[in-house]
């Protein structure tokens, strides 16, 4: 299957925005203080709060990773297509 170039150019987009937005929210909540603990005794300094977002992070950052990849390949594999070879 072949995308179109305006698709391929949407999930290309799409894959930039992920790494715009979500490297930023990382680092609001690293500053957040309910990322860490009031420093307890035997208490790990990073809370729930923290591994939860960490996570959620990571997994939209591989997504949006996965997606842009597909868009760039998809332009590439559209300017290949037979029905666009120039005269």
Partial sequence: MVLSRGWA???TGVGIWTWVIWPRF???IWKD?????TG???E???TGF???HA???AASLLIGTIVG???VRAWRASGRRPDRQAP
């Avoid at 203080?33 to 603990?37: G, T």
Wanted: charged share 10%.
């Fill in 44 to 46: 790990f300094p990073a």
């Fill in 33 to 37: 203080p309910r990322s860490w603990s």
């Fill in 40 to 42: 307890r005794v035997g």
């Fill in 69 to 71: 990849v597909l868009g």
């Fill in 55 to 57: 996570l959620l992070i």
């Fill in 26 to 28: 990382a680092v609001a």
């Fill in 9 to 11: 150019l949407f999930l």
């Fill in 50 to 52: 923290l591994w939860i």
